[in-house]
Nanobody
Framework: QVQLVESGGGLVQAGGSLRLSCAVS????????MGWFRQAPGKDREFVGG????????YYADSVKGRFTISRDNAKNTVYLQMNSLKPEDTAVYYC???????????????????WGQGTQVTVSS
């Protein structure tokens, strides 16, 4: 089994920053895909960003490109989502997810991921 625990959410004013963390424990994958997703009230869960284990490209949704950055600390088994220039429309519950290597084509496919964290609330006030 894999456990993912997100942290770092909170309330921030528009234009502010937050850094979310996703700590991964349990079963390890030799190859994997990790993604960040978010879900606003009444909306579907959507892709925010993600990367494959090989360390190639990191992909971002157009809505966050240039403002959000994903990084990882392999020694701590932790992935981060740095969020800058936050907007009220970024308000959502943010989730990290992982699965065995999905490849670049499926990296944004929310229904392909098997393992999910519990989510952390991000609220951006105007």
């Amino acid at each position: 089994q894999v456990q993912l625990v997100e942290s770092g959410g909170g309330l921030v004013q528009a234009g502010g920053s937050l850094r979310l963390s996703c700590a991964v424990s349990g079963r390890t994958f030799s190859t994997y895909t990790m993604g960040w997703f978010r879900q606003a009230p009444g909306k579907d869960r959507e892709f925010v960003g993600g990367f494959n284990w090989s360390g190639g490209s990191t992909y971002y949704a157009d809505s966050v490109k240039g403002r959000f950055t994903i990084s990882r600390d392999n020694a701590k088994n932790t992935v981060y989502l740095q969020m800058n220039s936050l907007k009220p429309e970024d308000t959502a519950v943010y989730y990290c997810a992982v699965d065995s290597d999905l490849g670049d084509r499926l990296i944004a496919a929310v229904y392909e991921y098997e393992y999910w964290g519990q989510g952390t609330q991000v609220t951006v006030s105007s």
